[in-house]
């Protein structure tokens, strides 16, 4: 079993930063993982914000590109993945939630379409203006 622990939500004016974590736990090989960021606000439907894949390469949704960056620091049995988040505005407010899936089959394809097997509980990020 994997666990997922998002952490790092906070308040935060627009234009300024903040970085999320999500610390990934569990007997199983996580460099073979391919891990996503997505977002929810009240009233909207779930947002696909980031990807990072095995290899390390990303990709990020139109309304974040240039200011969001995905990153992960792969362990033994556990990894840390990140999402840096700068140049923040009130359309970034919502719940992050980071995903994690172990398929060389699943991950594959556009990241905001892959069927994550692991969720976290989310951590809370709100944007002033």
């Known amino acids: 079993q994997v666990g997922l622990v998002e952490s790092g939500g906070g308040s935060v004016s627009a234009g300024g930063s903040l970085t999320l974590s999500c610390t990934a736990s569990?007997?199983?090989?996580?460099?073979?993982?391919?891990m996503a960021w997505f977002r929810q606000s009240p009233g909207k439907g779930r947002e696909a914000v980031a990807g990072i894949e095995m290899d390390g390469s990303t990709t990020y949704a139109d309304s974040v590109e240039g200011r969001f960056t995905i990153s992960r620091d792969n362990g033994k049995n556990t990894l840390t993945l990140f999402l840096h988040m700068n140049h923040s505005k009130p359309e970034d407010t919502g719940m992050y939630y980071c995903?994690?899936?172990?398929?060389?089959?699943?991950?594959?394809?556009?990241?905001?379409?892959?069927?994550?097997?692991?969720w976290g509980q989310g951590t809370q990020v709100t944007v002033s203006s």
């Open positions: 995903a994690a899936d172990p398929g060389s089959w699943t991950c594959q394809g556009p990241f905001e379409h892959r069927p994550y097997t692991f």
């Open positions: 569990g007997h199983t090989y996580f460099p073979d993982y391919c």
